[in-house]
T-cell receptor
């Protein structure tokens, strides 16, 4: 009930291409869905987040698409750059109340962008 | 600048000793702090939720006597790994939930620390 499943496990993209990472969740009570970027030996950094009242959110080269009925959301990285090479995690949480901030993370996707 | 500071970033200790890791909220008062554990090439697993002035809430399967959490102030939470063993070697990461009314653009926003790598010999 609490799982968040992420795919693919690893992804290789050419510079300038589009990177797409997908996540699916089970708990319909989740209402906050962030994406994090993590470089080796560092903590995760928030990239972009979405609430289920919208189907898409864009910030710069990063877009989240959200499908509430399918309980799926995805991250699209446009014009991928070698500097984007990192591990990406999707997560889910509750937007309010005492449980907000207790993130359930996906398994992670190792993105490699070739020059 | 950084919102959350974790110390130490790396620590190596002998089996049987105890290690303390600090998580500090630098510019804001944190109503809640969270502790995560991450094994190499794996995801982050929530260990416990730490609230200032009250006992931490541990996730299922996490030994509270093994991983002692103290949240003495609105800016500091500590995780102590007691009687550490090699299987406790991991990357420990804290996150901070910023309380409302402190000028941040998103009330309740979460910030992660840089992590602390523990190696137990």
């Amino acid at each position: 009930q609490q799982q968040v499943k992420q795919s693919p496990q690893s992804l290789i993209v050419q510079k300038g291409g589009i990177s797409i990472i997908n996540c699916a969740y089970e708990n319909t009570a989740f209402d906050y869905f962030p994406w994090y970027q993590q470089f080796p030996g560092k903590g995760p950094a928030l990239l972009i987040a979405i609430r289920p009242d919208v189907s898409e959110k864009k910030e710069g080269r990063f877009t989240i698409s959200f499908n509430k009925s399918a309980k799926q959301f995805s991250l699209h990285i446009m014009d991928s750059q070698p500097g984007d090479s990192a591990t990406y995690f999707c997560a889910a949480s509750f937007a309010g109340g005492t449980s907000y901030g207790k993130l359930t993370f996906g398994q992670g996707t190792i993105l490699t962008v070739h020059p | 600048g950084a919102v959350v500071s974790q110390h130490p970033s790396r620590v190596i200790c002998k089996s049987g000793t105890s290690v303390k890791i600090e998580c500090r909220s630098l510019d804001f008062q944190a109503t809640t702090m969270f502790w995560y554990r991450q094994f190499p090439k794996k995801s982050l697993m929530l260990m416990a939720t730490s609230n200032e002035g009250s006992k931490a809430t541990y996730e299922q399967g996490v030994e509270k006597d093994k991983f002692l959490i103290n949240h003495a102030s609105l800016t500091l939470s500590t995780l102590t790994v007691t009687s550490a063993h090699p299987e406790d070697s991991s990357f420990y990461i804290c996150s901070v939930k910023i309380g409302p009314g402190q000028g941040t653009p998103n009330t309740g926003e979460l910030f992660f620390g840089e992590g602390s790598r523990l190696t137990v010999l």
